[in-house]
């Protein structure tokens, strides 16, 4: 993924339960990285397939779902038989077909037992939605690499329905065989294939028609874009369009790319003249033309960083498109793999500045995004989602109740029909058989319960609510550990109906 012979993916050791913003600028919002389900072992990559389920490709050859907090038991995939692991090395991502929903395909970028390159089909289980089959393999693309890093592997399907192939300059240092700049190799390319082309017989995909450099001989038909080191994460913003590209650096600059929604290809971003915006000028192993590094040939990234205070590898991310951090709305969100600091990025006046926004632990690998555009990071052995501070107190007033115990903090007010608000006595909240709480005596019509109902064959938290229709009621149950919240409320005249709220916090241990 990154520079790796810096800080090895073989072990994902550093885990924290809760990390707490670090805020710069008073325009970025406090967030908070949120802990989502149990340590995993080696998490690479984060998506969706267009529902409530998040998943994640672990680096040793399995993609594992996570689902309303909880971890299925069974893997989605399980291809570990024939992935080669670990270092930079693995089965690196998934994408999902944009038709997924009616087709079943799912695309993966894994390293192959010869060490090459595999970008494969796969199809889901038509009897089961949360399982694979790991038989019905297509092999659309086997690209030799000759050496172990510089693998890319971000799969990415575009809007324009076409799939996105990052491939790194084949490893070593400084990309001795430029690869990068040849125009008869994939590596060190971004790519881009139809795989509604063929989709029953051998190549599985086809070349789309708008595909820059489509044509006899070199530049091979597949490339969209060259140019790029180790373009190890990168995504399309979904209101947009635009392409935004986090290119590992070698030993200086880590870089951002973007390339903007409707660009007809073929950038040149510049590796091995370039490194981010520092100029290399050397074009030892190319033995063809190259441009220098002043060319107008080349695109330059919006963003740079070095490599001061231990940073070492760029891991780029999302520009956010969520509901839950408004002030976020249409910023950029990378990091560091090293340091685990992320970033919000913003144009200001043309030039695009970033500010910290968030540390995270060490070895930061990935972003993702779920289908509501929230977004998720993997850091060490943990998936943590993006989010506003929850609360861990509340004050407790004329027509407020406030308890906390265990794993959850329950606010809650009310007011009666009459316009008078109800002081009642808090039972705290206990772990005798569950987590409870009532109204008592004062206000006898209130009962609130959240229940621990993690043995099967419930395995999830419930939440019961029930009261005349005479009150008034707002009630706000956080998950303090799990990271996850929930209101419930009732108007005057409309009965409180038991709920029997099974998701909220799927989160049992």
């Known amino acids: 993924m990154s520079r790796l012979s810096r800080a090895s993916l073989a072990t994902f050791c550093l885990a924290l339960p809760l990390v707490t913003a670090t805020r710069v600028a008073a325009q970025l919002p406090a967030v908070q990285l949120q802990p989502v389900g149990p340590e995993l072992s080696r998490p690479v990559a984060i998506t969706h397939a267009g529902d409530d389920r998040l998943f994640v490709t672990l680096q040793g050859g399995r993609v594992v779902i996570l689902e309303r907090g909880l971890l299925r038991s069974e893997p ?48 889901v289980s038509p009897a089961d939605a949360n399982r694979a089959l790991a038989t019905s393999e297509k092999v659309l693309l086997r690209i030799p690499q000759p050496f172990a890093n ?23 240092g400084f990309d001795p065989q430029c690869r990068a700049q040849d125009d008869s190799s994939l590596l060190g390319k971004l790519l881009r294939l139809d795989v509604d082309q063929s989709p029953d017989a051998p190549p599985y995909h086809g070349i789309p028609a708008t595909n820059p450099f489509r044509g006899a001989g070199a530049p091979l038909d597949e490339i969209w874009a060259k140019g790029l080191r180790n373009p190890w ?29 409707g660009s007809a290809g073929g950038e040149n971003y510049g590796w091995k003249l370039l490194e981010g915006d520092l100029c290399l000028g050397s074009a030892a192993g190319c033995g063809f033309p190259v441009p220098a590094c002043g060319s107008s040939g080349y695109n330059s990234p919006i963003l740079t960083y070095g490599h001061q205070s231990g940073r070492c590898a760029v891991t780029g991310g999302y520009v956010y498109r969520g509901s839950r951090l408004p002030a976020l709305a249409g910023a950029y969100l990378f ?17 695009w500045v970033r500010e910290l926004l968030s ?10 995004e779920d289908a509501a555009g929230e977004l998720y990071l993997a850091a060490g052995n943990r998936v943590y989602r993006v989010a506003a501070p929850l609360p861990t107190h509340c004050t407790a007033g004329p027509n407020t109740l406030c308890l906390l115990g265990g794993r959850f903090l329950v606010e ?20 005798d058989a569950g987590y409870f709480t009532f109204f008592s005596p004062n206000n006898p019509e209130l009962f609130v319960k959240v229940i621990d109902a993690c043995a099967p064959p419930f395995d999830r938290y419930w939440v019961f609510v029930a009261g005349l229709t005479d009150v008034e009621v707002s009630l706000h149950v956080v998950d303090v550990e799990a990271g996850a919240d929930q209101t419930y409320s009732s108007p005057l005249g409309q009965a409180f109906r038991p709920v029997q709220d099974t998701q909220a916090f799927a989160t049992c241990p």
């Open 335 to 351: 990091g560091d793999y090293c340091t685990g600091e992320v970033w919000a990025a913003r144009q200001n006046g043309g030039a």
């Open 412 to 431: 809650a007010s009310w007011r009666t029909e009459g316009g008078a608000s109800g002081q009642g006595t808090a039972v705290p909240l206990t772990s």
């Open 76 to 123: 989605f995939l399980d291809i570990e038989d024939r992935v080669s692991c670990c270092g930079e090395q693995g089965l690196l991502s998934v994408a999902f077909h944009p038709l997924y929903s009616q087709n079943g395909f799912f695309f993966a970028d894994y390293t192959g037992a010869g060490g090459e390159t595999v970008i494969s089909r796969f199809s």
């Open 150 to 172: 510089h693998n890319g592997g971000q799969l990415q399907f575009g809007p324009d329905g076409y799939l996105y192939v990052g491939m790194g300059d084949g490893g070593s």
């Open 233 to 261: 994460r990168f995504s399309f913003d979904r209101q947009s369009g635009d392409l935004y590209l986090g290119d590992v650096g070698q030993n200086s600059q880590e870089e951002i790319d973007r390339q903007p929604a």
């Open 359 to 368: 540390a995270a632990p060490a070895e930061l690998t990935t972003f993702g």
